[in-house]
């Protein structure tokens, strides 16, 4: 089975200040990786996936992750952070497509 | 934009009660999930569904567990006999198609808390 470590439970950030959210994975075959984000009450909602190509990843809200194959990592990077990217921050993976295999996640909180 | 639904949002339940979770995924997916959070642990993988039948499910997914989709839209999850250590965050996913890469979208979570 696969083992997904996200190594910060929390992080505090200064808003505008730039973030990386860490994730590594135990897998050697070839894997999806997803970054998933969820706020406060609300389900999880799909950041960014790696499948294939461009090891480096881009998705929604000026979030990106790099896929290091090499050190099993694909870390979460924001150039400067909002308010609103206050929340928690999932890293998954996946062989099949079926089961997802998911970090403890990081809770990420942007200070003023 | 479509989402995943679950109700209720929190459940409260005396230890050996039986729970039903409900969850209505997006209405053209055709694969089914169940994950659940204890507090302070990993997102984990309960069970997935598809053709109304489960397609894999771990090792947590015990015979106190069922799935089933009693109609075109629900998708439920039932816990015949609670226990302490069922108290978790329950997540429903759902997906379009068996594709490998296909992103798994989540509802909000059923909170189950069994005392």
């Known amino acids: 089975a696969q083992s997904v470590t996200q190594l910060d439970s929390q992080v505090p950030v200064f808003e505008e200040a730039p973030v990386e959210l860490r994730c590594n994975y135990s897998s050697s075959v070839s894997v999806y990786l997803f970054w998933y984000v969820q706020y406060p009450n609300q389900g999880l909602q799909l950041l960014l996936k790696?499948?294939?190509?461009?090891?480096l990843v881009k998705g929604i809200n000026g979030f990106e992750a790099e896929f290091n194959k090499s050190q099993t990592s694909f870390h979460l990077r924001k150039p400067s952070v909002h308010i609103s990217d206050t929340a928690e921050y999932f890293c998954a993976v996946s062989e099949t497509g079926n089961q997802f295999y998911f970090g403890t996640g990081t809770s990420l909180t942007v200070i003023p | 934009e479509p989402e995943v639904t679950q109700t209720p949002s929190h459940q409260v339940t005396q230890m050996g009660q039986e729970v039903i979770l409900r969850c209505v995924p997006i209405?053209?997916?055709?694969?089914f999930y169940w994950y659940r959070q204890i507090l302070g642990q990993k997102v984990e993988f309960l069970v997935s569904f598809y053709n109304n039948e489960i397609s894999e499910k771990s090792e947590i997914f015990d015979d106190q567990f069922s799935v089933e989709r009693p109609d075109g839209s629900n998708f439920t999850l039932k816990i015949r006999s609670t226990k302490l250590e069922d108290s978790a965050m329950y997540f429903c996913?759902?997906?379009?198609?068996?594709?490998?890469?296909?992103?798994?979208?989540f509802g909000p979570g059923t909170r189950l808390l069994v005392l």
């Open positions: 790696y499948l294939s190509g461009s090891t």
């Open positions: 209405s053209n997916h055709l694969y």
């Open positions: 996913a759902s997906k379009p198609d068996r594709g490998r890469g296909e992103t798994q979208y």
